[in-house]
């Protein structure tokens, strides 16, 4: 035998002993317990029930029940305590098993190119229960509709033009995730994290983003119809050319954000911050802006016509060559400029 063969006998040998050894003391362990808990069991009965014959902690007495706990009688409990305690223990290797499973799964389908795969779906969902991160995971191209992933943790994961619709992802970390051209209709992401994720393109009709953070995400060319978006952090977000018609933004941060050409059509803005935000060429006819802060923001060639400026801060807001027609200003008086255009 050589002296690699040698070794690699040596280390084999040391993995078994470390096994066995662990085990020896796992059965141990369970064994003493079960003990320990027919010793408690036995006194407590005694103190309940011979009160008049065994009233103190004296050693005779104790004694006497420690005797009681090895009697025949008493070898199904404590047979069935040694069991429960072994389970107990053995809790954190099941997992670790469990885990290792899910991700050859995992492994698997993605090698495979399989698009939808029940066994990847509920592999996924496996290691989000228990709290296992998926940090730069791939699953570009999968089909997940459905697919339950609440507080999962996805940080600079890969989700290019992943099927998601009907999701939950409520609360998920997607941190840096690659996203463009996912398809996310009607997926709930409330008070998910996609601070600088790429959303370019991605498909997000009626999607809940309430409360999310977005931080500057990439949501360019993104659909956001009719989708959820109050209280969400956009800021410094692009959304350049984005579909957010009758999008809910009330209250939302939208500060320093590029919204140039968006269609905003009805959207509700009211009470949102966009401070700085760049909203040049952007469609906002018909949309809610009462209240909203709008310092700074580029409006040059917007189309406010129908829109609610009431309340508004326009302080420093360029607004040349916007259109205005039964337009709501700040004051609450109605312009109708533009009408004719």
Request: charged share 20%.
């Amino acid at each position: 035998m050589d002296r690699r063969q040698s070794e690699l006998f040596q280390l084999t040998e040391d993995v078994a002993v470390r096994v066995a050894g662990w085990t020896l003391f796992k059965v141990l362990t369970a064994l003493l317990g079960a003990y320990l808990v027919l010793v408690v069991v036995s006194i407590t009965e005694g103190w309940l029930t011979h009160l008049k014959t065994c009233q103190d902690l004296t050693i005779g007495c104790l004694g006497s029940h420690l005797g009681v706990a090895i009697q025949t009688d008493n070898i199904e409990g404590f047979s069935i305590v040694v069991l429960s305690l072994l389970y107990t223990l053995e809790g954190r290797d099941r997992k670790r098993k469990r885990h290792y499973e899910a991700w050859q799964v995992i492994d698997n389908a993605a090698a495979a190119g399989v698009a939808k795969s029940y066994a990847r779906l509920k592999a996924l969902e496996d290691l989000s229960r228990d709290g296992s991160p998926m940090n730069g995971i791939n699953i570009s191209g999968a089909n997940l509709e459905g697919i339950v992933l609440r507080g999962a943790v996805l940080s600079n994961s890969n989700l290019e033009q992943a099927i998601l619709d009907f999701a939950s992802l409520q609360g998920s970390k997607l941190q840096g995730a690659r996203m463009q051209g996912a398809k996310l209709g009607s997926t709930n992401l409330q008070g998910a994290d996609l601070s600088e994720a790429n959303l370019k393109n991605a498909q997000m009709p009626v999607a809940n983003l309430y409360d999310s953070k977005l931080q500057g995400a990439n949501l360019e060319l993104v659909n956001l119809e009719g989708a959820r978006l109050d209280r969400a952090n956009l800021r410094r977000a692009s959304l350049q050319k984005a579909d957010l018609q009758g999008t809910e933004l009330a209250n939302a941060n939208l500060r320093d954000a590029n919204l140039v050409g968006a269609e905003l059509q009805v959207a509700n803005l009211k009470g949102a911050n966009l401070q700085g935000a760049n909203l040049q060429g952007a469609n906002l006819q018909g949309a809610n802006l009462q209240g909203a802060n709008l310092q700074g923001a580029n409006l040059k060639d917007a189309n406010l016509k129908d829109a609610n400026l009431k309340d508004a801060n326009l302080i420093s807001t360029l607004l040349e060559s916007a259109l205005s027609c039964r337009t709501i200003l700040p004051d609450g008086s109605m312009t109708n400029r533009d009408c004719d255009l």
